[in-house]
């Protein structure tokens, strides 16, 4: 069964500008995740949706916005960047099922600011 | 609210030495623990997961975690250290609302 995957994997972008990252969670799974990556800030939760509804969202401007598709492919947008959104930014999926708790991770796509 | 501690943000060990990355988590409910490895430039891999029953937990390659509630502890092993093992290793704690928080990492450095 294929992993998750993201795109792009690398990406540079100006100040300003706004991004759209894409994640394809390994088939079957429900839940998609988005996580960032920071060396000063380690690994901050961003949000989840599990079909095609938000569920849970982490403290990040309104600048920061998901969503689901309904083949549960995801994708994270973030507007106006400024040069703190440099960071890798980590997709994870579950199933969803009850009791199924363990979320596995894409490769991440890694944000330049300049 | 759930928090995780990891004590070491570097580990240095000989290629063949046992491997201790500790991790104390903070958890008003029964916690469900996780220990994911990261190598540069690539996502998260899970290595292994403690969610209900036997306390001792074995993962990939060779890693086990033991998990102690009296010492509110999870701390992975593994008898002997190979080079493939230098990485950064996470531990982290799900919330009732299924979001991980993360400790802050463990680099692990495996010198030959």
């Known amino acids: 069964k294929a992993g998750v995957t993201q795109t792009p994997r690398y990406l540079i972008k100006t100040r300003g500008q706004q991004v759209t990252l894409s994640c394809s969670p390994i088939?079957?799974?429900?839940?998609v995740s988005w996580y960032q990556q920071t060396p000063g800030q380690g690994l901050q939760f961003l949000f989840e949706?599990?079909?095609?509804?938000?569920?849970n969202k982490g403290n990040f401007p309104g600048r920061f916005s998901g969503r689901q598709f309904s083949n549960s492919r995801s994708e994270m947008n973030v507007s106006t960047l400024e040069l703190g959104d440099s960071a890798l930014y980590l997709c994870?999926?579950?199933?969803?099922?009850?009791?199924?708790?363990?979320?596995?991770f894409g490769p991440g796509t890694r944000l330049t600011v300049t | 609210a759930q928090s995780v501690t990891q004590l070491g943000s570097h580990v240095s060990v000989s290629e063949g030495a046992l491997v201790l990355l500790r991790c104390n988590y903070s958890?008003?409910?029964?916690?469900?623990l996780f220990w994911y490895v990261q190598y540069p430039n690539q996502g998260l891999q899970l290595l292994l997961k403690?969610?209900?029953?036997?306390?001792l937990v074995k993962g990939i390659n060779g890693f086990e975690a033991e998990f102690k509630k009296s010492e509110t502890s999870f701390h992975l092993t593994k008898p002997s250290a190979h080079m493939s093992d230098a990485a950064e290793y996470f531990c982290?704690?799900?919330?009732?609302?299924?979001?991980?928080?993360f400790g802050s990492g463990t680099r692990l450095l495996v010198r030959p």
């Open positions: 982290a704690v799900l919330d009732s609302s299924y979001k991980l928080i």
């Open positions: 994870a999926s579950r199933t969803g099922s009850q009791g199924a708790r363990e979320q596995y």
């Open positions: 958890s008003s409910v029964p916690p469900y």
């Open positions: 403690y969610t209900t029953g036997a306390t």
């Open positions: 088939s079957g799974h429900r839940s």
């Open positions: 949706y599990f079909s095609e509804t938000q569920r």
